[in-house]
């Protein structure tokens, strides 16, 4: 099985430009997750989706950030317009719900993104 | 609020010495505790989770509820247990894991 894929693996891109982030999760895994992880730091929940439907998207910078989960399955991550404080890497993590509790989460290989 | 901290950026010990990786964590309820590992050039992958109690490649970490602790120990490290460990903490109110900052481990021959 291939696990989490992510897509780019890195990314360059000047400031105020746009750029987005693909995110496959394991088959079957109805729990998706979007973290950033800047250098030094441990990984940091952006936004948390079941299914569809974002249930957890506090720590989302909204003004800039948007993500997206149409079908339930793949997942979008999106900045615009990226400032230089936005290199980092974003992790994308997957996880079945199970009764009582949520399963282990599967990391995808992060997107590593720079902001020149 | 929930955090989790791992008062050492960098720890350094040579093959076959015991090794013991902090973390602390700061929650009301009752957590769960994980310690995950990312070795050089891999994806983040869970090493093991309290709730567990299980051994994985001869670590094992203990929950304190007294002194509000998760440390993960190995008796004798080996030159493959080099990489980063993250301790991270999920609450009782939903799925969200708080991380550490994370430990480099580097085991020397």
């Known amino acids: 099985e291939a696990g989490v894929v992510q897509s780019p693996r890195y990314k360059i891109i000047e400031k105020k430009q746009p750029v987005a982030f693909w995110c496959n999760p394991i088959s079957g895994h109805n729990t998706l997750y979007w973290y950033l992880q800047n250098l030094g730091q441990g990984p940091e929940l952006l936004i948390r989706?079941?299914?569809?439907?974002?249930?957890?998207d506090s720590q989302l910078p909204k003004d800039r950030f948007s993500a997206e989960r149409l079908k339930g399955v793949d997942s979008t991550l999106k900045i615009q317009p990226a400032e230089l404080g936005d290199s980092a890497v974003y992790l994308c993590?997957?996880?079945?719900?199970?009764?009582?509790?949520?399963?282990?989460?599967?990391f995808g290989p992060g997107t590593r993104l720079t902001v020149l | 609020a929930q955090r989790v901290t791992q008062p050492e950026k960098l720890l350094s010990v040579f093959k076959g010495a015991p090794v013991e990786l902090k973390c602390n964590y700061s929650y009301s309820g009752s957590p769960e505790l994980f310690w995950y590992v990312q070795y050089s050039r891999q994806r983040l992958q869970l090493l093991l989770r309290h709730i567990s109690r299980e051994s994985i490649k001869g670590f094992t970490a203990d929950l304190n509820k007294g002194e509000t602790s998760f440390h993960l120990k190995k008796p004798f490290a080996q030159e493959e247990d080099s990489a980063m460990y993250y301790c991270a903490l999920r609450g009782t109110s939903g799925s969200r894991l708080t991380f550490g900052e994370g430990t480099q481990l580097t085991v020397n021959p």
């Open positions: 993590a997957s996880s079945k719900t199970l009764a009582g509790g949520l399963d282990t989460q599967y």
């Open positions: 989706y079941e299914n569809e439907e974002a249930v957890d």
